[in-house]
């Protein structure tokens, strides 16, 4: 089945800490997203990208950094520069051609800091 | 830039009763209109979306939702709810250039009472 895999499902961070969350698909879409989802605040657009080694930052980009070396890839990395961490992250891909298109999401990593 | 507010943060409604969330955006032309629902844990699925034509739109799971220009609204129904619709049900809105542009609203949880 076609989809976005997202992992781990649960990830906790120490102080000074770099962590990565993995996003994976296999639906040959272009363009890929994360998100950052806290309690009551909807969802954030943290990174973007349309193509492969292409990424753009979204609306809260300060702390995170990605990649994009396969299509097929888009990993986040949550550094130490990011004080606030503990969130629900989503990883989601589109073919990026339309705003009205389906977004696809992965079910998501619940970072911790301990 | 466009914005979304959903102004029900927590719904109860009775399984079989009708049901309505309520979404207003803010933008100054037509938008592109989305809801989204997410299960605890998971990711967030289309119901459906609205950016030109019919402004009833028919969606999954036997939702619909009327795009009201006069009103700046975007509400979501369902004539009979099903204790399996417990969720939480985003509204979005987004202009053309991808989904970057695509704003969320903070979202409205549903509790499903029997």
């Known amino acids: 089945d076609g989809g976005i895999t997202q992992s781990p499902k649960y990830l906790f961070r120490k102080e000074g800490q770099n962590v990565t969350l993995s996003c994976e698909q296999n639906?040959?879409?272009?363009?890929m997203y994360w998100y950052r989802q806290d309690p009551g605040q909807g969802l954030r657009l943290i990174y973007y990208s349309q193509i492969v080694n292409d990424f753009q930052k979204g609306d809260i980009a300060e702390g995170y950094s990605v990649s994009r070396e396969k299509k097929e890839s888009f990993p986040l990395t949550v550094t130490s520069a990011q004080k606030n961490p503990t969130a629900f992250y989503l990883c989601?891909?589109?073919?990026?051609?339309?705003?009205?298109?389906?977004?696809?999401f992965g079910s998501g990593t619940q970072l911790s800091v301990l | 830039a466009q914005s979304v507010t959903q102004p029900d943060i927590h719904i109860t409604v009775s399984e079989g009763a009708s049901l309505e969330l309520r979404c207003n955006y803010s933008?100054?032309?037509?938008?592109?209109l989305f809801w989204y629902v997410q299960s605890p844990g998971q990711g967030l699925q289309l119901l459906l979306k609205y950016f030109s034509g019919d402004t009833l739109v028919q969606g999954i799971k036997g939702f619909e939702a009327e795009f009201k220009r006069s009103q700046s609204s975007f509400n979501l129904r369902k004539p009979s709810v099903h204790w399996s619709d417990a969720a939480e049900y985003f509204c979005?809105?987004?202009?053309?250039?991808?989904?970057?542009?695509?704003?969320f609203g903070t979202g409205t949880k549903l509790q499903v009472i029997p």
């Open positions: 979005a809105v987004g202009v053309s250039g991808g989904y970057q542009k695509v704003t």
């Open positions: 933008y100054g032309a037509t938008p592109y």
């Open positions: 639906l040959n879409h272009d363009a």
């Open positions: 989601a891909s589109s073919t990026g051609q339309t705003t009205n298109e389906k977004l696809f």
